[in-house]
């Protein structure tokens, strides 16, 4: 064991007490406050870590709470790895190749179960290291309720099914969202989390190549420089792994300038350009204008959409497991 973990299992060592909390079917702050005080400082301390090794971590700890709620809800199913007839959702077409921040959430969990075993849930762990992700490039914080459970299965065909692609149409996400309790405001305030990270050429081509998309996109040919710029990037064949950053103007920065993007059609992919060009009743556009025009009341409301997620259809009391490691149900 290196000197930071062995520093870390300390310093929860000192920290904890023996009482344990019965769970009430409800996520509440302070869940771990008697079993395991330090949760929180370990978590942030390992995700500033892994965001200072690469910052694009930080988007990738953040997408991985939300494909981990919109399959079965925020249980950290999307953990688990191939184990007998049970297929990981790490296989589906949405997260293959593609979901990142495992290592960082073993490295955690490893951490919390040398010092306070069988107490802190995987699911726990992935909402509060989005959270620290989002505060690591300049975004909002939020209480993170706590109090999950950990799954026993995975479902690889939910990961297909309900986790949104990136040439989806408005009116899909609205459906999508709409099935996990989310409302339009909710789909607008968590589009936003696309002000961070990077996108493969193949989410991408079909928004810039294929002639009906560019159309409908960019009817009066407007945006043909920011069109050019995606074309130098992603040929129309070939390079699928090429990446462009979903924010062009401040892609290290968790902001605003998302929206600010979307209104000068310089949204990377189809479903965040779609939130401006298919809403005929202008109620996004709205939402959008004033997320461009005031940062403070973007974070606001994507603070509060966050909180709306993580509550997904959680496991809480007797229901699921505490897993020992993340990849894997206890035996």
């Not at 930080?58 to 494909?67: D, G, I, Y």
């Not at 979901?99 to 490295?107: A, K």
Request: aromatic share 8%; glycine share 8%.
């Amino acid at each position: 064991m290196d000197l930071m973990r062995l520093f870390m299992v300390a310093l929860i060592l000192v920290l904890c007490g023996t009482e344990t909390l019965s769970g009430d079917g409800t996520l509440v702050l302070d869940y771990y406050k008697e079993t395991c005080p330090s949760v929180e400082e370990v978590v942030r301390l390992n995700v500033e870590i892994a965001v200072v090794k690469e910052p694009r971590m930080a988007a990738s700890l953040l997408r991985l709470h939300f494909h981990d709620c919109f399959v079965l809800g925020c249980d950290a199913s999307v953990l688990l790895d191939n184990n007998g007839d049970m297929i990981s959702e790490k296989q589906a077409g949405p997260n293959l190749n593609s979901l990142r921040g495992f290592e960082v959430i073993d490295e955690i969990k490893y951490i919390l179960e040398e010092a306070c075993p069988y107490t802190v849930s995987c699911a726990d762990i992935i909402a509060i290291a989005a959270r620290d992700a989002v505060v690591s490039r300049g975004g909002p914080g939020w209480d993170v309720l706590l109090g999950r459970r950990d799954s026993l299965k995975a479902s690889f065909s939910g990961a297909n099914h309900f986790i949104p692609a990136p040439n989806s149409s408005l009116e899909t996400l609205i459906s999508n969202f709409k099935q996990h309790g989310l409302e339009v405001g909710d789909l607008v305030a968590l589009s936003g989390s696309h002000t961070v990270g990077k996108a493969k050429c193949s989410s991408f081509r079909q928004r810039v190549y294929d002639v009906s998309a560019v159309e409908h996109y960019d009817p009066y040919k407007r945006y043909t420089t920011f069109r050019r710029i995606l074309r130098s990037i992603c040929p129309k064949s070939g390079r699928d792994n090429e990446f462009a950053p979903l924010d062009f103007t401040t892609p290290a920065r968790f902001d605003n300038h998302y929206y600010i993007n979307l209104l000068q059609g310089n949204g990377l992919l189809g479903s965040d350009n779609v939130l401006v060009t298919e809403d005929h009743e202008g109620v996004i556009i709205e939402q959008v204008w004033a997320y461009a025009s005031n940062q403070k009341l973007f974070f606001e409301a994507f603070a509060n959409s966050m909180v709306k997620m993580g509550n997904i259809n959680v496991l809480t009391g007797n229901e699921g497991e505490i897993r020992r490691k993340c990849r894997f149900v206890n035996s």
